[in-house]
């Protein structure tokens, strides 16, 4: 490990082997909390290459929990976070909103680290109560399309890294890492990254694995679709920009789409857009990735035909009741 602190110090790439033997050596406890953060800090400053993360990636997929969920006809929506912009949870209530519109869900997620609301915030303040039950994941995802993976559950390593993220307070590798491990790997995907470079390698990754998949990456810096500025779209055989305009809307104010000041304010803005009774903006950045989610399903469908549908069924009101149920 010494020899791959100093690669790491020295600004050096380390092989595909050399990353995979981190998250073994983290999750078998043979190196200590300063080694680790070390490894955190150094590699947050010199960035990630891809085959550190296809080495990150493969370790923890080897060491997850075995999930025997069908993901054949499912999708995850579970993005880096890390951007520091303070949004509200779009990537969660989006999951809602597609579970409530017959789509199958198995959402990764985490608390938030560099953020005070994560995924897995917002749904506990909601009273979720989160399992590794696999015959409970299955009666949710058959009552209620959506069944939530907490990544603490079915992660021993990131269960044992936890306290050390927590405690810098930072973005690390392993923000990069949620989105590209879900342990049912779905077959369908929307993820939001934080910046360019790491979507050209998520995209890299999973065009490889014959998914149906959209990264998305906020050129004003989100890792969502926020219809504040223009938003990259990268697929099998996408790479585009779409902004407010592809939708025939107006760009939003930043301001309009942030959390709030506490955990409590997130859950209460998730229930009402859910509700139908969040704000235009709210509602409308929600159905915008609401559409580039189904397009993982309805390629040939036209952004703008799927946004009308969304948008619609999130002012219905209906979205609420698979979160109550």
């Not at 995907?189 to 890299?204: D, M, P, R, S, V």
């Not at 139908?276 to 709210?282: A, H, L």
């Amino acid at each position: 490990m010494k020899n791959i602190l100093n690669k790491i110090i020295e600004r050096q790439a380390l092989t595909f082997s050399e990353a995979k033997e981190i998250i073994y050596a983290i999750a078998q406890e043979k190196i200590n909390d300063a080694q680790i953060v070390a490894i955190l800090v150094g590699l947050q400053m010199r960035g990630l290459q891809l085959e550190e993360i296809k080495g990150f990636r493969e370790a923890l997929l080897e060491l997850t929990l075995p999930v025997e969920l069908d993901g054949s006809d499912a999708i995850d929506l579970c993005g880096t976070g890390g951007d520091g912009k303070n949004s509200f949870n779009i990537s969660t209530t989006t999951s809602f909103v597609l579970a409530s519109m017959g789509y199958k869900v198995i959402k990764h997620g985490n608390y938030g680290v560099s953020s005070s609301c994560g995924s897995s915030n917002v749904l506990e303040e909601l009273g979720f109560t989160f399992t590794n039950d696999i015959k409970q994941l299955e009666k949710q995802l058959k009552e209620t399309n959506i069944c939530f993976l907490h990544a603490p559950l079915f992660h021993p390593t990131l269960m044992k890294v936890g306290p050390l993220r927590k405690s810098l307070g930072i973005r690390t590798f392993f923000n990069s890492l949620g989105p590209l491990v879900n342990p049912v790997q779905p077959q369908h995907q929307l993820t939001g990254t934080f910046n360019l470079e790491l979507a050209k390698i998520f995209q890299h990754i999973l065009k490889d694995e014959r998914k149906e998949y959209r990264i998305v990456y906020g050129m004003d810096g989100y890792d969502e679709l926020t219809l504040t500025d223009q938003t990259r779209i990268l697929g099998g055989t996408i790479d585009e920009n779409i902004n407010a305009g592809s939708f025939n809307l107006q760009a939003i104010d930043p301001t309009s789409i942030h959390s709030g000041n506490s955990i409590q304010e997130a859950a209460a803005i998730l229930r009402n857009i859910l509700n139908g009774k969040g704000t235009e903006s709210q509602m409308n950045v929600v159905a915008a990735n609401t559409a580039v989610a189904l397009q993982c399903y309805h390629p040939e469908e036209k952004i703008q035909d799927l946004f009308g549908k969304a948008i619609s069924f999130i002012k219905s009101g209906e979205a609420v009741r698979v979160l109550e149920k």
